[in-house]
């Protein structure tokens, strides 16, 4: 059964950094490529990062590059997003999420399996 089970999320002062971590769980993690995602009430999820399964290759959505950064840990089977120099535009729930196949994608629709969500709350 996969499961993933994000944590990290919590109330932060704008240009603080956060970084969220997934943990997967009942499947080869190596094998697939991972995402996160966020969702504010009222409007669709949001593609953040994605990386392949290797590590090798990310994409990045619409945030600032500069500021979040995707990585993984193989070996661990945890997926992390680094979020700097945070922004009260940046408060939103979190979500990690398991690609269809080995290749990054930025589309929800490729993604099969999400966790609960960790709430991302940034203060002025």
């Known amino acids: 059964q996969v499961q993933l089970v994000e944590s990290g999320g919590g109330l932060v002062q704008a240009g603080g950094s956060l970084r969220l971590s997934c943990e997967a769980r009942?499947?080869?993690?190596?094998?697939?490529?991972m995402g996160w995602f966020r969702q504010v009430p009222g409007k669709e999820r949001e593609f953040v990062a994605g990386?392949?399964?290797?590590?090798?290759?990310?994409s990045y959505g619409n945030v600032d590059k500069g500021r979040v950064t995707i990585s993984r840990d193989n070996a661990n089977n945890m997926v992390y997003l680094q979020i700097d120099s945070l922004k009260p535009e940046d408060t939103a729930v979190y979500y990690c999420?398991?690609?269809?196949?080995?290749?990054?994608?930025?589309?929800?629709?490729?993604?099969?399996?999400w966790g609960q969500g960790t709430q991302v709350t940034v203060s002025s």
């Open positions: 990386i392949s399964w290797s590590g090798t290759m990310t």
């Open positions: 999420g398991r690609c269809r196949g080995p290749y990054v994608s930025k589309s929800i629709r490729d993604y099969d399996d």
């Open positions: 009942g499947f080869t993690f190596s094998s697939y490529s």
